[in-house]
């Protein structure tokens, strides 16, 4: 058993590029429409990604407890979508760090 099937792989590989893709540049609308698989604009679509990102996850997570058979890159991939959902779930509280931090090294 693979850690992912071929739709998979690309969908882990696209949501990587998407992790590592900068924020603010222009890349990051391309990158999120690879991720998403369509032509559309990426309007309220991070959500749907997310839950995608996730139910990946969860699986790949079951698949390595029943044994599957993982090369390192395929073990790269799963770490990256990992990263993209810890990355978005905690956003917030890290947003949350940083902003009052920033208030005192600004005055």
């Known amino acids: 058993m693979s850690l992912f099937n ?3 792989r ?4 696209a949501v990587a590029k998407l992790a ?6 222009p890349q990051r609308i391309e990158c999120e429409r690879e ?22 996850a969860h699986a790949c997570r079951a698949r390595l407890g029943q044994g599957a058979c993982a090369a390192d890159a395929e073990l790269r ?5 990992v990263l993209f ?5 905690y956003f917030d509280a890290i947003l949350g760090l940083i902003e009052p931090a920033a208030e005192i090294g600004g005055r």
């Open 35 to 56: 991720a998403r698989g369509m032509g559309g604009p990426p309007v309220n679509s991070l959500k749907s990604l997310i839950d995608r990102a996730e139910s990946l």
């Open 10 to 13: 690309a969908f882990a590989a």
């Open 77 to 81: 991939l799963y770490e990256d979508v």
């Open 85 to 89: 959902l810890l990355y978005h779930r």
């Open 20 to 25: 590592y893709c900068n924020p603010f540049a």
């Open 6 to 8: 071929t739709a998979e």
